[in-house]
Nanobody
Framework: VQLQASGGGLVQAGGSLRLSCAAS????????MGWFRQAPGKEREFAAS????????DYADSVKGRFTISRDNAKNTVYLQMNSLKPEDTAVYYC????????????????WGQGTQVTVSS
């Protein structure tokens, strides 16, 4: 099993980035996918999630209206489009896969990627 996150970088406040997470080694469409983030000195926190079919979405209040999660099951890839970025969005972003229903609890997720750094300058 592998989850390879990419697309992070340095961006000015108000800018946009699109993160990608390429999955392999499991039946991608059978898994919900989530994006989490962890800022220095803070706990990992939920950002967004999407069901295997892409029908149901969930967002943390802190990103709702600015971030959009989507997936392409033909490409085994999940995306996180991040707009109107703020300095407080600076963190390492992780993608994760869950066999069961969507949850915001990180410890329930089955597989994790290695993370990609997002830095938003003011």
């Amino acid at each position: 099993v592998q989850l390879q996150a990419s697309g992070g970088g340095l961006v000015q406040a108000g800018g946009s980035l699109r993160l990608s997470c390429a999955a392999s080694g499991f039946t991608f469409s059978n898994y919900g996918m989530g994006w989490f983030r962890q800022a220095p000195g803070k706990e990992r926190e939920f950002a967004a999630s999407i069901t295997g079919s892409g029908t149901n979405l969930d967002y943390a209040d802190s990103v709702k209206g600015r971030f959009t999660i989507s997936r392409d099951n033909a490409k085994n890839t999940v995306y996180l489009q991040m707009n109107s970025l703020k300095p407080e969005d600076t963190a390492v972003y992780y993608c994760a896969a869950i066999r069961g229903g969507l949850t915001r609890r990180a410890y329930v997720y089955n597989f994790w990627g290695q993370g990609t750094q997002v830095t938003v300058s003011s």
